[in-house]
Structures are given as structure tokens and as C-alpha cells.
């Protein structure tokens, strides 16, 4: 069971936002089928776990997958992952791949994206910082 969470009304822009920012994810706008149907899924997600209005909000059509989905629209909750451990999770790899991508985003920025991203993540401006060094030393070496 998903746990549901009021947003306060600090954070509420903040998730409208993600959410916005995952519907324009599609394979219209360069996404690949695997991507759209992950930013969907998310954002589904988080409509539930916030408790928001699905109706609010503009929702592309389903994207396809090459396996098809289960899940029968907006607001369905996305069944819990079984975590083991911390590791194998892709957190560095992604942070890494933000820092390219978006040269011009904080450390801050990049590890809420990771966190948002990633189940479970707990990623901090510190560690992206970390792995933002690891990147300039294996480029100077």
C-alpha cells in the first residue's frame, strides 16, 4: 500500500511541477517509449500518494511499452518495490549523468532529482559534489 502524504503548502507547487514536468515527458517531445512510460507511471504516483485531483492536470494518452502496462490510468497506485540494499540502485550513474546534462543546475537541484527519481534515494548536495569531483579527476588523470 502506498503511503499518502498532504503536502504542505510550501511543497505543493514543487509537486504540481514534477508532475507537470513528467506528463511533458513523451515520445513526442524525444522520449523514448521505455522514458515516457516511466515519467507516466511516476506521475500517476505521485497523484495518488498526494492525494491530488487527476482532472487537474493534462494527461497525454498512455504511453506505448513493449510490454504493455497493467495499470489502468490515472491515479492507480503503483505497487512498492521490495528493497534490499542500498546498492545497485544506478544513483550514481544518474547523478553523473545530470551533472552533464544540465551543467547549469546546483548540486541541491540535482540530488531532488536523483531522490525523486529513485526509490528510496537519499541523495545530498553533499554526495553529488562528491561525484562531481570523482568526474574531474578521471578526466584529469
Request: hydrophobic share 35%; proline share 9%; with cysteine.
Amino acid at each position: 500500500m502506498t503511503k499518502t502524504k498532504k503536502p504542505s503548502a510550501r511543497e505543493l507547487p514543487l509537486v504540481k511541477r514534477r508532475i507537470i514536468a513528467l506528463l511533458e515527458k513523451t515520445e513526442a517531445n524525444g522520449c523514448t517509449p521505455g522514458e515516457a512510460a516511466a515519467a507516466f507511471e511516476k506521475a500517476e504516483e505521485l497523484v495518488a500518494k498526494y492525494k491530488l485531483d487527476p482532472g487537474a492536470f493534462r494527461w497525454p494518452p498512455r504511453p506505448s511499452t513493449p510490454f504493455g502496462s497493467a495499470r489502468s490510468g490515472p491515479g492507480v497506485p503503483k505497487q512498492p518495490r521490495a528493497s534490499a540494499s542500498g546498492r545497485g540502485r544506478g544513483i550514481g550513474q544518474l547523478a553523473e549523468r545530470l551533472i552533464v546534462e544540465h551543467p547549469d543546475w546546483t548540486y541541491r537541484r540535482i540530488a531532488e532529482e536523483v531522490n525523486a527519481r529513485i526509490d528510496g534515494a537519499r541523495t545530498s548536495e553533499k554526495s553529488v559534489r562528491w561525484y562531481a569531483s570523482q568526474m574531474r579527476r578521471r578526466t584529469s588523470s
